[in-house]
């Protein structure tokens, strides 16, 4: 009862309301005036902000995209349980960025795509390599990153304000998509600089008063090993028993590299495994490529990546670290370990963990703070549920779309991308009450599990097509069902067998099971690029003058480029030519008529999904010849920011030293 009574405490004060009704005001505001702005009624507009974009936004957006409430829940939880070690998952990133603005970009740039399948498609020719990736994506955007993410915030919602799960969800839904669908990618970037400025002071702010409170760093590191809950004994002998090894804190709560075959991150894994699924999700995901293709140029792309990099030196200090201190100052809640306790406490009866974050911002922030850290919450969740809706849609829209429509206008391409955001949302929706029977113990576990069955087939074959020119379609193709069936074939039986917890331990045979989640990601990263090699040499090789600019060794190269897919994209841009045609045939006959008939509704539903601007299509300007994408940099810029490389790796490298 004592929670219930706390908790509208929280809601009926009015500081805390002020704050965030204020808040989310604010970020609509600034979606507004970005519609204003900038050109949403073409297809580079809306999806890739008109290319314009400076390299301090480019970075908060790559970093704004990536932390998602599943961050400060999943971090925060997995920290409280079991130390440091998960840092390990931010800090990889220090290096793969860096691969992604110096190696990956300039070729993505060259190529002159927008989504990831696309590059495949004019890479390797054929339609089968693309159209596995969209499938692959939109799937993995769906149960890995939209649910969790909605799941993170629940938990949130639920410990900070008692709302039911639903309401809370389908109304931050409602107002993400809102903005996602008539704004487009530019409202993101401009409102994802907001946030990441207020979701770092926010989390600042309670890592200050969490340190105060459990008495500074020193504190910590000696409370920790003593934080055990004071229940641990079996409610139910019979069918359970509790070993001390289920709630005593790990004794290497204080490394990062454990282990290698102990550990619960085991050291190979943290430094091969999350490199290979750091890849997929840094180099060659919608997501965040997106971010970096919406850049000015190439300088502005690695000055943004290395902004983003020291960004990602935050989470640890800022989610790891107070999830522990968490464990410490409420080891009864945070550390459960008796089932029907934990079932009490949160819900689920795996562990309470997940609640480390939420717990500290209800019972440590003052009011009106409460309100701000509520309001960030909600942001980094909006913020990286708006990033997957503009993208999926990129995805869909150009990638399935177009092969469905070849002849449809730029109009229809909008349109059937704000559409399909409406349809994500009603999937989430209808996934929320799986993602809340899965309560795995910990969040940031079933992430990472679940990339590293799926994600390394992609990043081997993507690695190879941008540095290997001799890979092929058959190599790649094959490659891609050889290391989807490895994965399904770990990943299936551990859904099935689950994947249990300390007390009941799954029951999966140890042959399947038995290898840790980042070890299986490396073996299945090497078995997809053999597969790849071994089919690409024994077929024939793509000739040079279909690989201009989309490798790494001919970014540079002026000659004319054949693309493989250049006969479907002829047919594509034939259609469309016949229905603007026909468009435009119908259109002037019947277009005063129309004119004098359009009511102020639907000229106000025009502006609102960007086309009250687009002039009709009589003034449309002739297509201008392809030019040639320019990826030089100014040598002042060049040289400043590979210096500024250099000087981050430095930090990352002492960091993981500092904390191995």
């Not at 400060?72 to 220090?94: C, D, K, P, R, Y």
């Not at 869909?396 to 391409?413: C, G, H, V, Y």
């Not at 058959?474 to 917890?501: I, K």
Request: aromatic letters at 12%.
């Amino acid at each position: 009862m004592e929670k219930l009574s706390s908790d509208k405490v929280i809601i009926n004060n009015p500081a805390d309301i002020i704050i965030i009704v204020g808040y989310f005001i604010t970020v609509i505001s600034v979606g507004i005036w970005s519609m204003f702005r900038t050109n949403r009624g073409t297809v580079g507009g809306y999806f890739l902000a008109g290319r314009t974009m400076t390299w301090w936004p480019v970075g908060a957006s790559l970093f704004a995209s990536n932390i998602g409430s599943g961050h400060f829940v999943g971090l925060a939880g997995t920290g409280a349980a079991s130390g440091i070690a998960v840092g390990g998952f931010e800090w990889n990133a220090l290096f793969i960025v860096l691969l992604l603005g110096w190696l990956f970009v300039p070729v993505y740039l060259t190529a002159g795509v927008i989504t990831m399948p696309q590059y495949l498609k004019k890479r390797f020719g054929g339609t089968r390599i693309s159209l596995y990736l969209s499938i692959i994506s939109l799937f993995l955007y769906i149960f890995t990153k939209i649910s969790v993410d909605m799941f993170s915030g629940a938990v949130f919602i639920q410990q900070a304000l008692g709302w039911n799960i639903y309401v809370a969800v389908i109304a931050l839904l409602l107002i993400t998509a809102l903005y996602t669908v008539t704004g487009g990618l530019a409202a993101l970037m401009y409102t994802d600089t907001v946030q990441t400025f207020v979701i770092i002071a926010g989390a600042f702010v309670l890592t200050g008063f969490s340190f105060a409170e459990v008495g500074g760093y020193s504190a910590l590191l000696t409370k920790y090993s003593s934080a055990v809950p004071r229940n641990f004994s079996s409610q139910d002998p019979q069918r359970y028993n509790i070993s001390p090894h289920c709630y005593n804190p790990r004794q290497d709560a204080f490394s990062l590299l454990r282990d290698s075959t102990t550990g619960d991150l085991p050291w190979p894994g943290v430094l091969f495994g999350i490199a290979i699924v750091g890849g997929w999700y840094w180099c060659t995901d919608q997501v965040i490529v997106q971010r970096c293709l919406a850049a000015r140029n190439l300088t502005h792309v690695k000055a943004g990546c290395i902004m983003c990099g020291y960004l990602k030196l935050l989470p640890m200090f800022l989610m790891v670290f107070p999830g522990m201190i968490s464990r410490v100052l409420y080891p009864d809640e945070v550390g459960c370990v008796v089932p029907e306790e934990c079932k009490r406490v949160c819900g689920t009866e795996v562990g309470c963990s997940n609640i480390a974050y939420p717990k500290l911002v209800v019972s440590i922030m003052p009011n009106g703070l409460r309100g701000l850290m509520l309001a960030v919450m909600l942001a980094a969740l909006m913020s990286s549920l708006a990033s997957i809706f503009n993208s999926s849609s990129t995805l869909f829209t150009m990638d399935i779309w177009t092969r469905i429509r070849p002849q449809a206008s730029e109009r229809e391409l909008i349109i059937i991308g704000r559409v399909w955001v409406l349809c994500i949302v009603a999937i989430s929706i209808c996934w929320i009450p799986v993602v809340q029977a899965a309560q795995s113990g910990q969040l940031f576990d079933y992430i990472q599990s679940v990339s590293s069955y799926l994600a390394p087939p992609i990043a081997s074959v993507f690695l190879l097509a941008v540095f290997v020119k001799r890979v092929n379609e058959m190599g790649a193709f094959w490659g891609l069902v050889g290391g989807l069936v490895m994965g399904l074939c770990r990943m299936l039986p551990e859904f099935w067998y689950g994947t249990g917890s300390c007390i009941f331990p799954s029951d999966c045979p140890f042959l399947v099971c038995g290898i840790h989640y980042l070890h299986f990601a490396i073996i299945l990263f090497f078995c997809t690029s053999v597969l790849v090699l071994l089919v690409s040499y024994c077929t024939e090789p793509i000739k040079d003058q279909h690989l201009h600019r989309l490798v790494f060794s001919l970014r540079h190269s002026k000659e004319e480029r054949k693309d493989l897919d250049w006969e479907q994209e002829e047919r594509g841009r034939r259609a469309q030519r016949e229905a603007a045609e026909r468009m435009r045939e119908n259109n002037s006959t019947d277009a005063v008529a129309k004119d004098e008939k359009k009511s102020v509704v639907w000229r106000l539903v025009d502006w609102f999904s960007g086309d009250g601007s687009s002039q009709g299509p009589e003034q449309e300007a002739p297509e201008a010849p392809e030019q040639l994408p320019d990826i030089s940099e100014d040598p002042v810029n060049k040289y400043a920011v590979d210096a500024n490389a250099l000087i981050m790796m430095a930090v990352a490298v002492f960091m993981w030293g500092y904390y191995a």
